[in-house]
C-alpha cells in the first residue's frame, strides 16, 4: 500500500494533500461551532489543540490507518477545508470531510469526496465506503447519495459538544463514473 504522507490526489479543481502544520492556523480559523454543527468533533478552543489534531492524523497517516487531507483550490492553494479516509486498513473505510462556511454552496464538498472515493476504490481493497451523516444536514446528504450511496444504518450518536446526532449512515459500493 502507498504511504499515505505521500499522497496527493488531485480533481479538476481541487488538490488533496496530507494534513499538515502548514494548515493548522486555517484549520483553527474555520473548524467552527457552525461547521461542527452536525459533525462528531468540537472546535478546538485553542491553536494547541489543533496542532495536537495535525500530530495525530499524521501518526495515524504514518502507521497506514488513516489518510487525512487538507483540501486546497488548486488555481491558487487556498485552504478549503479537510477530508478523509479513516480506517483504510479495513475493507470498510470511512469518509469524512468539512468545508470552510465561506466555501460553501460551490459543490467543493462533492468534489473531494467524489475524488477521495475514486482513490478508495483504486488504492484500497475494499468492499464499501462508509458515509456516517446527521439526518438534517442536507448539503452533505445529497454527496453519498450523488454516488449512488444506499442507507444502511441508522443511529444516534452524541458529538463531543454534547449534541445528539441523528445518523443515517451510507455505503458506496463501487467508485464513482
Do not use: C
Amino acid at each position: 500500500m502507498l504511504n499515505p504522507l505521500n499522497v496527493v490526489i488531485e480533481s479538476e479543481r481541487l488538490r488533496l494533500v496530507p494534513a499538515s502544520e502548514t494548515y493548522a492556523g486555517a484549520v483553527f480559523r474555520e473548524f467552527t461551532a457552525q461547521i461542527t454543527e452536525f459533525m462528531f468533533p468540537k472546535p478546538a478552543e485553542e491553536i494547541e489543540e489543533t496542532l495536537s489534531f495535525i500530530r495525530g492524523a499524521r501518526e495515524r497517516m504514518a502507521r497506514g490507518e488513516d489518510l487525512d487531507m487538507a483540501i486546497l483550490l488548486k488555481s491558487t492553494a487556498e485552504f478549503l477545508g479537510h477530508g478523509g479516509l479513516h480506517h483504510i486498513g479495513g475493507d470498510t473505510p470511512e469518509l469524512g470531510i468539512w468545508i470552510k462556511q465561506g466555501a460553501h454552496g460551490q459543490a467543493y464538498g462533492r468534489e473531494a469526496v467524489t475524488a477521495l472515493t475514486r482513490w478508495g476504490f483504486e488504492n484500497l481493497q475494499v468492499r464499501y465506503l462508509v458515509y456516517p451523516v446527521d439526518r438534517r444536514n442536507i448539503a452533505s446528504r445529497k454527496i453519498p447519495e450523488s454516488l449512488g450511496g444506499v442507507v444502511e444504518a441508522e443511529y444516534e450518536h452524541t458529538n463531543l459538544s454534547g449534541r445528539v446526532l441523528d445518523i443515517v449512515e451510507y455505503r458506496i459500493y463501487s467508485p464513482p463514473e
